[in-house]
């Protein structure tokens, strides 16, 4: 490679990129690095002070929280994203917001390359890089973890310590965990080293985000979730009556509510798109609360085939995201079709938090296509009873035919 | 109607049923009562000399709970069915059982015509209807709550109680509770009266399966269930180290443990078939647990795109057993596909059981897919993390396509 | 029913809806006839002289053919609607067209009814009465098919003979084919009679709009039709230069040319909503070859994905169009989805006609996703092959693993 | 690579392969040459007696023409295989057929390598080795049109022919069509060269299989196919009495009198696996016969509801077939499915080819589902018209509802 090319890195600060950093300046690369805040606990000003010292050219730090849960977070919510029946795809949703802020760097940097620090058999490669070179087809990426030169040369932590070392790169103060793991306003994900082993318990230790059932409040916090168009708009509390509407603060302060009661905590084996099985834990407090209003809001205000349709459409859109195809034709395409489901997905949920338990109390909302008067058992409401008999042997010729001929041919 | 024409009724020992047991035989038919126990707390002695009293012919009391667990409890939970994401169809799963039940007596006893107590508006007129002329698609069915004679007199409880008053009809000792409710093994569902307020909270005091989770124990529960082709086989607790594998027994202990720790309660607005919302609460203990479980073992032993494949299918099938198609091409059809995908769901999953909350620990599996030497981190394993980026690259192929279109074209 | 109750009555000239006419004038209604002119052909100044003989209070001819095009033919095209693989909904799109034609008559007259001569075991019935209710929600129908005291009184055609002549309704002077028949711009459809055999070949007099392949002409036309959007916006004779753009004109001459030359045959067994299979004959030329290029078009401009998500949709909106649900939410949201992947299909397609086929012989359009360089055997175009092999060694990790498992458990 | 290492090479006899077996043996492998039979039209002696003179180690020549119709065609046939609306799947189906010669191939000569000539940008190389790595998880490809020292060299087809005159390998004597064709008993696919332009008609002479309509007979014939469980089991001219029944002798002989008719051309722009459209012509008579006679079946023997369940299974199937996950859990698991649906798809159809086109003129079936007597307007059959009636209030309910609701809100 030509000395002197330009790369932004995808830098957290954390052991892995501070190597990856040197070893690019080391390769002949000008380096920018570039640190999203999408909410984790990360101490910014140290990150910078580190990337500066190791030889960075530049290091630009960039809030991207309200964008996060204003264009992949809410979205998220509005279709009810959910993986393989449980994961609420917090890493997910995060890679193609700092994947945008990594080419808007790269463009105005007028850099040619783009590296980050995810693993070669993970989602996250793909999900950087795919967003990558759809926003920025002629960009290159430099993904140290697959070069030969580079994972050979740091087979096993130990050479990456030695390396750390040999250049003063800072090595972690406290040990590591037994895992590694991944924040953002969204969620904490955990996985590798002992959670490796499936039939392995997770230990409590390693929960940061959600309290133990054991520990958490004896009474339920109830609260009270209205959403606009399927956007979360406000959150109240029914008992301090305290009330946020921002989006960044409404999800922030369900995250702490739901957090101390517990809720979202789940432990799966999952399917990468790389084709192997992975297992994770993840914490997701306010996404899990979110998901469970929004969900039961939409059966009050959603007709029941535009339910199924609009299903099978979010089945799709939540394995585009998983899989890293957020900027592409079909999520375009998809999230156009979810949105216009979303029109009159209005109202108010009420849902109780308790012992890690989202429970649904009630719901209303002036779109309802739920008609008490109609569904009573005490009226008829306009309809008429006998019609149901009409219904149902209707449907019974079918059914009637098929046996007919089942039965003749036994 | 001609003269002592035999009637079927599914008989359930309520008012409702022994009314229309009376007004049957006002009608000139000759009544045979039939009453199939498939859980339900009921006094079925009672209920026998309740029916003999008031002139049917004769009462058919038929056991079907291990009929009831092997033929539509395990059948579901093979399946994984969850209708609109959240109801785990206890009522539906009863419906096609109970109906077999009343074709058989029919035929054994010679009757032309099948009657039963559900409504005009409901799901389960259609359940057992379309189950009852799939199997004996001569029948005739008496739905008096859809005929006009019998729902005009009977506007209104008042006049039912005056009607069981002149009848002799003994009316419950205990009044009535503002809703109805419907009991089998694997669950009892609540609805109407004061529930048809969807905003309205249901009462502590309705629940009778569950505890709520302020008195549910403070000590976890942990279990280990084996599965073999999808079907739970064992039941193990692990502090106690008692195990119980005979499927009756194994889900009526599951219903217990579950059920003290408050497992399984859901408050739900559905989509009934006949095109009305309608609001819904359920206790479903053990299904709750084995719905999980089976999920988790189905994620460490089935492969990616089958998976996806098996849950449309599910979804499918979800719908047609809500809509009662039980007995249909349709469901004979996406059964046997079900099944196959079943073949290799062996394994135990270790769940905890604590304040309404089922966890799963962990899970293991000689059918396992998961190759933990293949996902680890540190090593290869086979895996050349070279390749990632061909996929990844292949993958933008289209992308980068997609986006120089739309590009020049803006 | 109180008299001088006022009906709109959807009234075509025949002999089935002349008699329905007589028949709700004797029982007390005051009748309107309504006849929408979507292309059959029809005779409308001696339907509107019969109708008015008859008794009739009024009668409303409406052209609804540019309608008919602009609003149910063309997003038909748009949306590739095909029910069963091969129907391409001729009478299905007509209904709704025609009913709302009706709703309008009724609201606008005051009309608290409308009828119609569908029969009780077709789709029609359910087609028209659905779009009825949907528009206007309190309108009352009366399907004198369907009710007892009129089917009972008119079993068999004899009965409607002897009830024509006793009121001075005019038979048809020519002998009725053995096979009813449906006529309208997009297509004529031929069922019942001689038909009802599905193993009986249809005779090549049946058929109005396409010549027999014996007869058709011994050269080839090659069209080019020009989209935008999906709509088809012009018609070009390659040979002649004549060029159509108005949709109507377009439709109607494609309609000649394609008859001409023999397309647009099928000969199925179809699932009618109710249940029944029946057997139908159907021409629909032009809309057979505005189906195929659209087809063609499609799978230049649109990204292989999205095709995918869409191919779904259409199936479902085929199915919801089929069984009368044009007016619901669900079609509401479908067609929204289904406009939305259209954005992009603008282009021409170059087809021959000739001897029944319709043969695609090239394609272009500006928004053309098929890249010659990229896919040419001769040039890289940017694509290095060394990728496709990491994108087939990382698809078979899945793979390998699979087979390692089964291999080891067998 | 040690020296000796042993490759089975998928051999052709044309310039490519020739020209890489001559280059792996100067790479110092030692090649073993495995050349499938599986109807292309090609003189086996002189192919083994070219592959011996140029060096091969061996020469394989295996018959795999009733294995291709037995085990890959019919299921396809059964599945009712389809990509993308159009391409029944000729070349995809041949590739696992192949593959699988190649796998047993290398395991009784024990050679840890497969080669074939397939391009970098096509499907087949992912066939081929998808299959491979399936059925043989330890053997390694050699794809040299993907490796830079191959491809850079041979970069353009005149390289090659040095190549080739240079190492005495034959060039072909008649010259070269302006695009590159693959043949099997299932059809002839054109693409590249002069077809890449995908507005370019392509010339008459292209086609092999199949007739101009100009010059094809003036006289339709007329066939009867027998299915059994969905598979062809005997093809009947009705005018000759010809009958044949033997799987392989059936297809061929439908082959040639639907080739003689011009049946079963098309003109497509598809989308490959790896992301690129491609333009393909493709010519399959007796394919396209045979599809359009079971989906004629099928319409006649299998439930509505069943039938759509299996669409979205054979959609799901034909991708994967065109993709090569031919073996894969996923095709293992629908395939099962698939099968599962035609147990009663027994039956007649009569069909007639004519001037390039395939018209259902009748069917019959001892599972028919069809009942005359039920669909017919002159007889109820069981059938009350009333219950129509009930059936479309019931379903209007819900369209009531929503109409409601969305007008009360506007």
Known sequence: ???NERVILAYSGGLDT???????????????CYLANIGQNEDFGAAEAKAMCL????????DLRENFIDDYVWPSIRAGLIYEDRYLLGTSLARPCIASGLVRA?????ANFISH????KGNDQVRFELACYSLHPTVQIIAPWRLPEFFSRFAGRQALFEFAAANNIPLPVTPKNPWSCDANLMHISYESGILENPDQEAPETLYQMTSALETSPNDPTVLEITFDKGNPVSLKNTKTNEVVTEPLT????????AGRHGVGRIDIVENRFLGLKSRGIYETPAGTVLYQAHLDLEALTMD??????KQNLQQKMADLVYCGFWFSPEFDFIRQ????????????????LFKGQVRILGRRSQNSLYNQELVSMDEHGGYDPVDAGGFIRAHAVRLKEYYRVKTEKE
């Open 1 to 3: 490679m030509s000395k």
């Open 18 to 32: 501070s190597c990856i950093l040197v070893w690019l300046i080391q390769e002949g690369y000008d380096v920018i």
């Open 55 to 62: 030889g960075a050219k530049k290091i630009i730090i960039e």
């Open 106 to 110: 790269a463009i105005r940097e007028n």
């Open 117 to 120: 620090g995810a693993t070669g």
């Open 250 to 257: 409404l999800f922030t302060r369900l995250n702490e509510i």
């Open 304 to 309: 029941r085939e535009v339910r199924k349709i």
């Open 337 to 352: 079709c979810v949105d216009a489901s979303q029109k009159c997905v209005d109202g108010t949920v009420r849902v109780s």
